[in-house]
């Protein structure tokens, strides 16, 4: 994956926690998203097989009267991330790149629909943040809450998904895991999120259905990602190969809720405690909108046979 070196980065899409967060834990109930990739494991070691107080509900989420965490401080971002060229060569660049061009798909996508696209910023934090949504620790893994409409990261979770669960990694794949977290803030815009309630679980559970579209979303990003224009009137990418597509595939297929069980639970298959989807699905779905490009293709909801 590259960046165009001339294309300017857009900060504001972030805030920048890691300074003041931290030494914060309880519970986040996380609406509209489920829970964030290592908070799967989580969920199933110790919620389905013993123990499970204070974690994360699927998918519903309660506005705890929390105050909202930390101080953002962009001043570091600000003055090392300024184009396509130190994106291409910082982590934290990268990232800001992408998600300026994830925002900006979404932003002409509404367009496309008359309606308006409202951005929500991407938080980093580092070791615990406090939420519209609850507190949580970096073991929750990536978020989004819909009570503030904002998506949450420790970036050590990318470290994670690679020596924990043994995926590829590579910074396309860290684009996938925000893409398919802004899936989760359209779902909010367009109500779609609403439409689940309660904790039910299962293979063809709202759970499973808000996560199968969102990594449907973000495939349909995907395939736009080389050609979408951000603020600086240039798309920020330039360049998504075969190689990228395989590491979001096999990190789809390292946080289906059947790997997770079989090989990181050590435990039986058990599809009434399905929450994400199965590997198989996640792969599904991401590819069917890359390969269509288009979120009407991701209606999940209407699918009758969900892969």
């Known amino acids: 994956m590259r960046f165009n070196e001339d294309a300017d980065l857009d900060v504001s899409q972030v805030e920048d926690l890691r300074e003041s967060s931290g030494g914060v834990g309880g519970r986040v109930a996380i609406g509209g998203g489920g829970l964030g990739i290592v908070g799967l494991v989580i969920y199933f070691l110790f919620s389905q097989f013993g123990g499970g107080a204070g974690l994360p509900a699927v998918p519903g989420f309660s506005l705890d009267q929390v105050e909202r965490g930390g101080q953002a ?95 590829q990694g590579g910074t396309f794949t860290q684009a996938y895991v925000l893409a398919h977290e802004y899936g989760h803030h359209v779902q909010n815009l367009l109500g779609t999120s609403r439409q689940v309630r309660g904790n039910a679980t299962g293979p063809t559970s709202g759970s499973v259905r808000l996560e199968l579209q969102a990594d449907c979303y973000a495939g349909a990003w995907a395939n ?31 946080i289906g809720d059947d790997f997770i069980q079989s090989q990181l639970g050590g435990r039986q298959v058990d599809p009434s405690q399905f929450s994400h989807g199965t590997s198989k699905q996640r792969q599904k779905w991401f590819t069917t909108g890359l390969r269509t490009g288009d979120p009407g293709s991701c209606d999940t909801f209407r699918a009758n046979d969900l892969g």
């Open 73 to 167: 401080d962009n001043t570091r971002l600000a003055e090392e991330c300024r184009s396509g060229a130190d994106a291409n060569s910082k982590q934290d660049c990268a990232l800001v790149a992408v998600i300026n061009s994830i925002q900006g798909y979404w932003k002409q996508q509404f367009a496309a629909q008359g309606k308006t696209y409202e951005a929500a910023p991407t938080k980093f934090f580092r070791g615990g943040v406090n939420t519209r949504c609850g507190s949580a620790t970096s073991d929750v893994g990536p978020f989004y809450c819909p009570a503030d409409s904002d998506v949450y990261i420790d970036l050590g979770f990318f470290k994670d998904l690679r020596e924990k669960f043994g995926a």
């Open 224 to 254: 736009h990602a080389t050609t979408t224009p951000t603020s600086s009137g240039k798309p920020l990418i330039t360049q998504v190969t075969q190689q990228d597509i395989n590491g979001a595939l096999d990190a789809a297929a390292r």
